[in-house]
């Protein structure tokens, strides 16, 4: 198990194929109702990382991870870690604090300030992941259309380009390899605004900016104009009376989320929307956008990933939480990370094989979040009047109802709602017959799924209904701990079958009814299956 000093007391399933490490949940996060599988590993310096910091990733153009960490930038296989430094290498510094590449594999490495604040020092260098040929962002472009020096952000925004963010003046750029270096827009009001006391502000990496979806989010301290800029728009905005704000993401129909909260509202986080076509609103009612359930909880921080499509959120008191528009759970509990509360968190990105990858302060953790296959129906999470959980016998109907028997309740659920009926004996069989639904155990019964109640109708044997066939409209096949009978429901009687050859043994626990194409029946009991 990777890192076992920081997750402890997890429930796991080893998926030896996608060499995951698969964390049962302690119970489902909000809007997930075991509808998810979140499969997660932490790699860390266990596994050959250069620090337990890492706060950039992507993967190549062959496929390989690259991490940058505070001791180096790290290339990783899915086993091995590569490592490659300034003392090696000749990068022009260790720590590496962004990374982007453009469409002929080179890799853009910015360096971040010495010591503990994550700000960029102005020091790039490009890299050809293939060859491992390094050479410093002047040196690659000694026509570039500005100082290296001035270079405070450098990222991919999902599309072939290269986004650069430059001071004196501030500045957006794209880069590609067909077009080199294009201006997309000066911020002129920063220029004549920040003061010295927030000169370094904009330098400060991390999950601040957001560049994705061919647009860039650009942010300064909160209370300055921000600007979401895409290829055809430049949007200016203020985020209402924020006093801390992080970017959620984007929607599929490219309008900004924005949780935040106020000096009137301290202790909860609302959302608001910057719409693509320029109006925004704080706060913005849209449960559309499944972000009920961001607010009323203090956010400490949050990372959107690099489609834009979906957001990781911390509590540091509670958890890691995952959104996009479809779902909202809780991906990490506190409980599985030493020292949780001090948990940071820097990148989230996507690789070619559905992976997320967030980048903290505690190593890579690797991610897949899957849709199930299977919905869950009646287990001790959903309802707490039957502990014992294991289901007997279970019928379905084309309006979505599912109806099961567990031991001496029967359930039912349709849509959201859950109704349960309950008498003393234990309860196997179900089958519907002329429109009405039986049960069985040691009686015969039958329930009204729309008033929930249950009618016996007891015949004097003391074995038990295991299995049920409609034989017509009147006949009830019945398969019991020993031989068979037949219910006729119109005249509500019990009769026994007899053998048609009196060598045949005598059925044992027939646990299921067949009928063929030639209209025989069949039974599977505990000594095989017999016709």
């Known amino acids: 198990m990777h890192s076992p000093r920081l997750f402890r007391n997890i429930s796991l399933l080893v998926l030896i194929a996608a060499g995951y490490i698969a964390f049962a949940q302690s119970k489902p996060g909000p809007n997930n109702n075991g509808a998810y599988t979140v499969s997660k590993r932490l790699i860390s310096i266990e596994d050959g990382l250069a620090s337990h910091e890492v706060f950039c990733g992507l993967q ?9 960490t505070r001791n180096g930038l790290n290339r990783y296989d899915g086993k091995n870690c590569l ?3 300034r003392q090696r290498n000749h990068l022009q510094e260790n720590k590496v604090v962004q990374l982007a590449k453009d469409n002929v594999n080179n890799l853009f490495i910015e360096y971040g300030s010495t010591g503990f604040q994550l700000t960029t020092n102005g020091k790039v260098d490009v890299m050809n992941a293939a060859t491992q040929e390094v050479r410093t962002l002047t040196a690659a472009f000694p026509n570039l259309p500005f100082k290296e020096k001035d270079v405070y952000w450098v990222s991919n925004d999902g599309t072939d380009q290269v986004s650069f963010l430059t001071a004196h003046p501030f500045r957006l750029w794209k880069y590609s390899t067909q077009s080199g270096f294009k201006l997309r827009y000066q ?8 003061d010295a006391n927030s000169v370094d502000d904009y330098k400060r990496t991390g999950a601040l900016c957001v560049f994705a979806r061919g647009r860039a989010l650009i942010r300064s301290v909160n209370q300055s104009t921000q600007y979401l800029i895409s290829n055809d728009t430049v949007i200016a905005f203020k985020p209402g009376d924020a006093l801390r704000w992080f970017p959620i993401g984007f929607t599929r129909q490219n309008d900004l989320l924005i949780t935040y909260n106020t000096a009137t509202n301290l202790n909860t986080f609302d959302v608001g929307i910057v719409r693509n076509k320029g109006t925004n609103s704080f706060p913005v009612n849209a ?8 607010k009323v909880k203090y956010w400490f921080q949050g990372a959107c990933s690099t489609d834009g499509l979906s957001s990781v959120l911390y509590i540091g008191t509670d958890g890691l939480y995952l959104w996009n528009e479809s779902t909202f759970i809780k991906i990490v509990a506190k409980s599985e990370i030493k020292t949780f509360e001090n948990l940071f968190l820097y990148k989230l990105f996507q690789d ?10 505690w190593g890579v953790l690797q991610l897949k979040i899957e849709r199930n296959r299977f919905k869950p129906y009646f287990t001790t999470k ?21 109806v099961a028997n567990l031991w001496y309740h029967i359930f039912q659920q349709q849509g959201d709602k859950i109704q349960s ?3 003393e004996q234990y309860k196997y069989a179900l089958a519907i017959h002329h429109g009405s639904l039986y049960g069985g155990g040691y009686n015969l019964f039958s329930y009204d799924v729309n008033k929930n109640t249950l009618t016996n109708y007891p015949d004097k044997r003391s074995d038990e209904i295991w299995s049920m066939f409609s034989v017509n409209d009147s006949l009830l096949l019945l398969g019991r701990t ?27 626990f027939a646990y299921r009814f067949f009928k063929d194409k030639a209209g025989q029946y069949g039974r599977l009991q505990k000594m095989g299956c017999l016709r």
């Open 83 to 85: 490592l490659f430094t």
């Open 187 to 194: 911020i002129n009001d920063w220029n004549e605004k920040l």
């Open 60 to 68: 190549d153009k062959a496929g390989f991870m690259w991490f940058g």
């Open 287 to 294: 449960t559309q956008y499944n972000i009920d359930s961001l």
């Open 421 to 423: 009926a309950r008498d």
């Open 352 to 361: 070619n094989f559905g992976n997320m990858w967030l980048c903290t302060s």
């Open 482 to 508: 020993n031989g068979f009978t037949i219910f006729n429901s119109n005249s509500k009687k019990f009769d026994s079958l007899r053998y048609e050859s009196p060598k045949q043994p005598q059925a044992k």
């Open 382 to 402: 959903q309802q707490s009047v039957e502990t014992n959980n294991q289901a007997r016998g279970i019928y379905a109907d084309e309006k979505g109802r599912v």
